[in-house]
């Protein structure tokens, strides 16, 4: 069945990159996300990628896909404080397939 | 920004009661979803509904749940018999166009559901 895998922590000290890594089952699916949750409250579409592309950029946030691989992942230029959440990759066929959520911790 | 609303943002029930969990969509929204998020585990598909019916259901989705807008405006989700393991964080979604294209699902902000 279909399945999204990724890590459960990363911690970063503020100004560094945030690399999150992520590996998909569904090779059918036609976008992919990251969702971010901050602490109470919900899930914000934070960025996508169309299964036919291999990069997007979006200001700090840079998304990678090898869909040979089938790996995703999501590049935090200068982390900030306020980047610190839980960050969730997901699929989408029809219904959304999400991952457990990596908690980004940053570090002064 | 419009947003997904739900209530209450905590419940606590006994296990064998009834629970309602109540979700205000957007307005002009017309596909709603639930999902789930037991603690530490992944956010899971619960069902989708569309023109008063489900459009589609999980395997967790059996008989103990429904779901229904009543009233054109409240989406709720209701557990007729809690068990412990329903304890979890239930998610409602709202898109406005039909899933497989780019329509960003509108996620609210959960209720923690804590069944004794």
């Known amino acids: 069945g279909e399945d999204v895998e990724q890590s459960l922590f990363l911690s970063v000290r503020e100004g560094d990159s945030s690399v999150i890594n992520c590996t998909y089952t569904?090779?059918?699916?036609?976008?992919l996300y990251w969702y971010k949750q901050e602490p109470g409250a919900g899930l914000q579409l934070l960025t996508y990628?169309?299964?036919?592309?291999d990069m997007k950029q979006d200001q700090r946030l840079t998304v990678l896909l090898n869909k040979k691989d089938k790996h995703l992942s999501l590049r935090i230029a200068d982390t900030q404080t306020g980047d610190s959440a839980i960050y969730f990759c997901a699929e989408r066929d029809d219904k959304i397939i999400f991952g457990k959520g990596t908690r980004l911790h940053i570090l002064p | 920004e419009p947003e997904v609303t739900q209530t209450p943002s905590h419940q606590v029930t006994q296990m064998g009661q009834e629970v309602i969990l109540r979700c205000v969509p957007i307005s002009n929204h017309l596909y709603f979803y639930w999902y789930r998020q037991i603690l530490g585990q992944k956010v899971e598909f619960l069902v989708s509904f569309y023109n008063n019916e489900i459009s589609e259901k999980s395997e967790i989705f059996d008989d103990q749940f429904s779901v229904e807008r009543p009233d054109g405006s409240n989406f709720t989700l209701k557990i007729r018999s809690t068990k412990l393991e329903d304890s979890a964080m239930y998610f409602c979604a709202a898109e406005d166009v039909p899933a497989g294209g780019l329509n960003e699902q509108f996620f609210g902000p959960g209720t923690r559901l804590t069944v004794l």
């Open positions: 569904d090779s059918s699916s036609t976008y």
């Open positions: 990628i169309f299964s036919n592309m």
